[in-house]
Nanobody, 113 residues
């Protein structure tokens, strides 16, 4: 059974930093990443990383966010710097096997101006 457990969200002032963590278990994941969903908006990709370390970022977070992965721990991290109010959203961990996508429960990130 697959489990994804996220942590690290919270409230921060604009310009601040947060680090999200996602611990996964139950499968071997080819790609791991983070999506976000703000109220009234569609879910969007923030960043993703393959098991080989290839990364992909949304244009809106390039240069501010860094995704990393620990394959031994089946964990993925998102370091978020220079946060902006428009980064406010529920952030969801996504882990992908050959056959299926798995999602965490989400963690709230709120950036105040």
């Amino acid at each position: 059974q697959v489990h994804l457990v996220e942590s690290g969200g919270g409230l921060v002032q604009a310009g601040g930093s947060l680090r999200l963590s996602c611990a996964a278990s139950g499968a071997i994941f080819r790609t791991m990443g983070w999506y976000r969903q703000a109220p009234g908006k569609q879910r969007e990709l923030v960043a993703q990383i393959t098991s080989a370390g290839t990364t992909n970022y949304a244009d809106s977070v390039k240069g501010r966010f860094t995704i990393s992965r620990d394959n031994a721990k089946n964990a993925v991290y998102l370091q978020m710097n220079s946060l902006k109010p428009e980064d406010t959203a529920v952030y969801l961990c996504n882990s992908r096997t050959v056959f299926q996508d798995y999602w965490g429960q989400g963690t709230q990130v709120t950036v105040s101006s």
